[in-house]
């Protein structure tokens, strides 16, 4: 079975696309509005912009405090959530059927006339900063987001979502409200529903709840390609006192809708996305070095970022990077084999059930064959572009697009002399540079 993509079910007075994937066996609605544009949007210096706005907006509507927000939502018997990400924004929720009506008339104020008071700034501004404080005693966390800086750099995927101290400290309430209005246009816009619902029954309720959104064309703003810095660099993110180890190796991924990606998606399957794959196998059942290892080519509207991640024993660290490179050049150059990808293709198709299983999983490959302007067929037709895949063109693909000469390297471990001389000394490594975990 594959998710059905038709196109929007209707197009608001706005010009808003509509998508729906009716399912009547709950009386439930799960609600999606989607934003075309996500955090590249921050101003350079205002990192943590976008995040704040929405965030900010999730606190209710005029008129309404944010306590009395939550217990109307409760009564309601709904949820709402916001998530932003590089490239969109996402408010998400679900509400029992017989109280859709006055939960998008919610919806759709919070939308076009959000409170933005400024004692929730103020409290939220505060949160923040105590959340990007305490990121520093999640090693994991901490390691990623010092990995996708080394990798990207100073183009717009590099830019932390959430911000920093400084940028979030100097944010004004003036600016987040600007900020939260220029996004709302019909352009930037997208609405998915979800479970026991029609388009005859949604439609005059949904058209009433989004009839304030300003009708204006969508906010071009577009990140450039992102270019790989030459080599393998080695960034040592430095922590006191680590037994255990953070460590992400990787380089440059695909863009969505990329025509290596079916082929690349089986391949990196087989490398290092299942308990069984080859990466796992040899680091952690061959030699315990990492409860936990994987590998994930990233997608978004640009190329993102293609990764390993494990977290080694300090003693082991080295000894298992110098693994993961080998492993990394034997993929590319002799990919492979048949029974890897025959098993790879076998578990992927097999859980795409699970990715099917409910309406609101089903919608959201429709909203992202919008969001990122993709052919109707690319996401609804998993089954037959996985089963399609060859191992030659698998293998063909991974010598094209996986990196393992233009790496970077992000270790988040103790350092000193000692560490930082072998990771030298490791083949390729043409630079490692050293910083504090508490600046990152």
Known sequence: MSARVPGPRFVTEAGIPVFLEPSHALPLVDVEIVFRLGAITDPEGREGLTRMAARLARRGPRGMSAERFDETLDALGATLGMSVSTEWIRMHGSVIRRNLEPYLELFGRVLT????????????????????????????????????????????????????????????????????????????????LAGDVTAEAVRPALEAALSGVPKAK??????????AAKGRRVLVIDKPERTQTQLYVGGLGLAMGDPDFWPLLVANTAFG??????????????????????????????????Y?????????????????????????????????????????????????????????????????????????????HVGGVS???????????????????????????????????IDGVRQVDVVSHENV
């Open 308 to 384: 390993l991640w494990t977290h080694p024993g300090a003693e082991q660290a080295v000894d298992c990077l110098k693994l993961e490179l080998e492993l990394l050049d034997d993929w590319v150059s002799n990919g492979l084999t048949g029974d890897e990808i025959r098993r790879s293709k076998q578990y992927l198709k097999k859980s795409h059930a699970f990715d099917l299983e409910t309406a609101a999983k089903r919608l959201d490959p429709q909203i992202d064959t919008e969001l990122f302007g993709l052919d109707p067929s690319w996401l609804a037709s998993f089954r037959g």
């Open 391 to 425: 191992r030659a063109a698998a293998n063909d693909a991974t010598s094209r697009r996986i990196p393992n000469d233009d790496l970077s390297i992000a270790l988040l471990a103790t350092a000193d002399d000692a560490l930082v001389a072998s990771l030298q000394q």
């Open 218 to 227: 969508a906010w071009k703003q577009r990140a450039p390609k992102p270019r």
């Open 273 to 306: 996305g299942t308990f069984t794959s080859r990466l796992v196998h040899e680091v952690r059942s061959e030699r315990g070095w990492s409860y936990g290892a994987s590998s994930k080519v990233g997608v978004d509207r640009q190329p993102d970022a293609f």
């Open 113 to 192: 006339s959000p409170g933005m008071r400024a004692a929730d700034f103020a409290r939220l501004r505060r949160k923040t900063e105590a959340e990007l404080v305490q990121l520093r005693d999640h090693d994991r966390a901490l390691a990623a987001r010092a990995f996708r800086h080394h990798i990207f750099g100073q183009h717009l995927y590099g830019r932390p979502v959430s911000g920093t101290l400084e940028t979030v400290s100097k944010l004004k309430l003036a600016q987040v409200k600007a900020h939260f209005t220029q996004l709302v246009a019909s352009g930037n816009l997208i609405v998915g």
